[in-house]
């Protein structure tokens, strides 16, 4: 397994911008799938976008296409979740987890607080 340490959350109005950060700790980083999920007050935790481990290919929830955009850096150990033209309904706390190629998320975050104001 990886640890995990996510950053970059806050309080911003809806239409704004943020960028959460997820570094992770060990020499094999670039051998994880990473992925973002959320989960808001009351609901349970849903997916939001995952990155394979090349950086080659993305997946997204149908919730944030066009508006979310995941990426990562292998040399810094970092994936990033840019998160443009938020919504109120985007309030959650997010998790950044990874896994390896055939196995379970079974890696994750201590997660990270996104408020979005109306």
């Known amino acids: 397994q990886v640890q995990l340490v996510e950053s970059g959350g806050g309080l911003v109005q809806a239409g704004g911008s943020l960028r959460l950060s997820c570094e992770a700790s060990?020499?094999?980083?670039?051998?994880?799938?990473v992925g973002w999920f959320r989960q808001a007050p009351g609901k349970e935790r849903e997916f939001v976008a995952s990155i394979t481990r090349s950086g080659g290919s993305t997946y997204g929830a149908n919730s944030v296409k066009g508006r979310f955009t995941i990426s990562r850096d292998n040399a810094k150990n970092t994936v990033y979740l840019q998160m443009d033209s938020l919504k109120p309904e985007d309030t959650a706390v997010y998790y950044c987890?990874?896994?390896?190629?055939?196995?379970?998320?079974?890696?994750w975050g201590q997660g990270t607080q996104v408020t979005v104001s109306s």
């Open positions: 987890a990874a896994r390896e190629l055939l196995d379970n998320w079974n890696s």
């Open positions: 060990g020499r094999t980083f670039s051998s994880y799938v």
